[in-house]
């Protein structure tokens, strides 16, 4: 796992380290000092810390303008032992949230598992951001198949087309707008 870096190849449109309404404005990263790490294995040390044990996240890319974000994960999700989403809303979210952001793009081929327990932050995260959206991207099947299970996806968009995404070849104003017309076929009229 030490090996999983988030995706660079926008980092000459965004750096969350250097952007002062992130909530990682100001951190130093090393690329030799492993510190973090998913259980026994340690993680690239460019994967932020949210206060969880077992996930973290890379913010991709924020778009104040238009109200969105990319997010990429890595690690377990564990609401049940961790309370993990807690976590992601309290000090990840609500940030953006107070910034104008409403418009979530989380991805999370590396996720590699899910435990469910109640579904209150999600519920609350759905009803802060009104007419945005919150949308899950390219996760594993059996990660989809236990969100579905715990009735996450009536807070969250999940699996069908969002779980096809060649994400790395678009742009990130790309991938939001393909992520966006996505969104706006499963709103009701």
Known sequence: MHEIEPH????????????????????????????????????????DQMGSATLYMKILYVN??????????????????YNDIMYLKRNIADHLIENGINKFILIGENVLNFHASDNDYYQ???EDIDD???????????VISEIEHAHIDYYVAIGGSLNTFNWRALSPVNLFEMVNHLMMKRLPA
């Open 132 to 142: 945005g959206w919150i949308a899950f991207l390219n996760f594993r099947d059996h």
């Open 124 to 126: 609350e995260w759905f």
């Open 64 to 81: 104040y303008i238009q109200g969105f974000c990319v997010i990429e994960l890595i690690g377990e999700w564990n609401d049940c032992l």
């Open 8 to 47: 660079y190849n926008w980092r000459h449109l965004y750096i969350a380290s250097e952007d002062e309404r992130s909530p990682f404005f100001g951190k130093d990263y090393s690329e030799f000092e492993f510190s973090n790490a998913v259980y026994d294995y340690f993680i690239h040390p460019q994967w």
